[in-house]
Nanobody
């Protein structure tokens, strides 16, 4: 079992920044990737960014604005979000892929509004 707990969401003005964190624990042997997804009201959950041992991948809508990173020593995944826009408003979820199993956190709300 893998446990994921997100934090760092909140209300921010357009153009502002936030950093999300995801603390992970449990049996992470065989971890192949970690990712951030988001889901806006009435929308499907979509991939925001994924990190693997070889490369990082970003959705086109966040390229150049968001940065995914991981600190294994702290067992934490991060998402630095800059130049936030109202369309970035969503619940952001952390995901861990261990073998063929996907684990999810409970989500953290990000609201971008003036």
């Amino acid at each position: 079992q893998v446990q994921l707990v997100e934090s760092g969401g909140g209300l921010v003005q357009p153009g502002g920044s936030l950093t999300l964190a995801c603390a992970f624990s449990g049996t992470i042997r065989g971890l192949t990737a970690m990712a951030w997804y988001r889901q806006a009201p009435g929308q499907q959950r979509e991939l925001v960014a994924r990190i693997t041992s070889g490369s990082n991948r970003y959705a086109d809508s966040v390229k150049g604005r968001f940065t995914i990173s991981i600190e294994n020593a702290k067992k934490s995944l991060f998402l630095q979000m800059n130049s936030l826009q109202p369309e970035d408003t969503a619940v952001y979820y952390c995901q861990a892929l261990v073998g063929e199993d996907a684990y999810w956190g409970q989500g953290t709300q990000v609201t971008v509004s003036s």
